[in-house]
Structure formats: C-alpha cells, structure tokens
C-alpha cells in the first residue's frame, strides 16, 4: 500500500536551516510530481513547492521563493525540502503529498521560534 | 499570491444537502478546475474529487464536484455527522506557475 512518512521536523531559531524528507513506498516513486504543502496552527493549507517526476521543474509559492528548495532522489523513493533562513511565520505542519493529491503524509512539525 | 474564495463556513442539518463553493479566474479554477479535499481534526487532508470531477475509489457518492466558469463547487447529500470537517479547493495558477488554495470551508452538520 501507498506510504508516505515526514521527518526532519523541529523547534529552530529564526534564520536556521532544517531539511524536511519524505519516505515513500508502495508506489513508482520517479513516476509522479510531489507537492509540499505546509498548515500553521489554526490556518488552512498553503502550498509551498512542486517537483517533477524527473526533478528538472520545480516551482515555489512566494513565500518561500530563494529560501526553501525541493529535491528528490528516485534512487531512494525520497522527496527533500531544504528551508533556509527559516522565519517565525514558517511554523507550521509540513506535509508532503503526491502529483494528484491523492496521498499524503501524516505531516512533520516545524516550529521556529527565539 | 492569491488564493481561492470560499465562504468560511457553512452549517446544515442531518441527512441534507450542502454545496460548497470555490471561487478563482480564468488563470486557476477556470483554466482546469479545482480539486477537493476533506480534512477532519488533527488528520492529513484527504482527496474528495480530482480535477476532472471524478471521484477517487472509496469516496462516498454523496460527494460530488462540477464547476461553472471560475467558480468550482462540492455537492454533499444526504449529510452525515462524519460529514463534519474542514473543506479546501485547490488549482493550478497557470499565471502564477503556482498551486493556490482556497481558505476553507467549516462545515458543520447540525
């Protein structure tokens, strides 16, 4: 059956770095687009990044752009987001979910804070 | 980057019908439609309907999708209390080379 687990979540200070991954199985990994898709306590979902199948598109939300970098690597059905000079309003659950949104992890928290 | 409208909240009684909507432009939800997603408490969301309307294997019929010009719409009849839970739209920006969510609907069943 399809799975997919975050890690990488944790308590960071402002301006840190912390790298997000999301194991996958179950499936072709190296045949889908992934999302990450982020939700700060109390609010809705806000989508963050896309990687293609093959890793050569990526996109990011405004919010995000030039700090935050998605990767994946097909060898380990993996799906990485790099986020740096982290921010307090980049606190939130991050989840990482697959092209069509039909699959998603259970999240990872983030929480950056002085 | 802007997202999608969607009314904040919605309430309706048992066994009814509720139709939520998601408002976007001709660049998003009118461009390729919108997909649907349920999310209860605590829970990852879930796909209700994907773009083209249709319905992944294992959702309840209840749940149905269309969409008129940029504004996509969740049909739920027959409401159930399981029903209760957070709804978001969701459509590629083709403008924005970006995916843009709506806010949410909090639907309650009375």
């Known amino acids: 059956q399809v799975q997919m687990v975050e890690s990488g979540g944790g308590v960071v200070q402002p301006g840190r770095s912390l790298r997000l991954s999301c194991a996958t199985s179950g499936f072709i990994f190296s045949s889908y687009t992934f999302h990450w898709v982020r939700q700060a306590p109390g609010k809705g979902l806000e989508w963050v990044a896309l990687v293609s199948y093959d890793g050569t598109d990526k996109y990011y939300a405004d919010s995000v752009k030039g700090r935050f970098t998605i990767s994946r690597d097909n060898s380990k059905n993996t799906l990485n987001l790099q986020m740096n000079n982290l921010r307090v309003e980049d606190t939130a659950v991050y989840f990482c979910?697959?092209?069509?949104?039909?699959?998603w992890g259970r999240g990872t928290t983030v929480t950056v804070s002085s | 980057q802007a997202g999608l409208t969607q009314p904040p909240s919605v309430s309706k009684g048992l066994r009814q019908t509720a139709t939520l909507t998601c408002t976007g432009n001709?660049?998003?939800?009118?461009?390729?439609?919108a997909v649907w997603l349920q999310q209860h408490q605590g829970h990852p969301p879930k796909l209700l309907c994907h773009r083209n309307n249709h319905r992944p294997s294992g959702i309840s019929e209840r749940f149905s999708a269309s969409r008129s010009t940029n504004t996509a719409s969740l049909t739920i009849t027959g409401l159930q209390p399981e029903d209760e839970a957070d709804y978001y739209c969701?459509?590629?920006?083709?403008?924005?080379?970006?995916?843009?969510f709506g806010g949410g609907t909090k639907l309650t069943v009375l």
């Open positions: 979910a697959r092209e069509d949104y039909d699959f």
């Open positions: 001709n660049n998003n939800v009118g461009d390729r439609g």
């Open positions: 969701s459509a590629w920006d083709s403008t924005l080379s970006a995916w843009v």
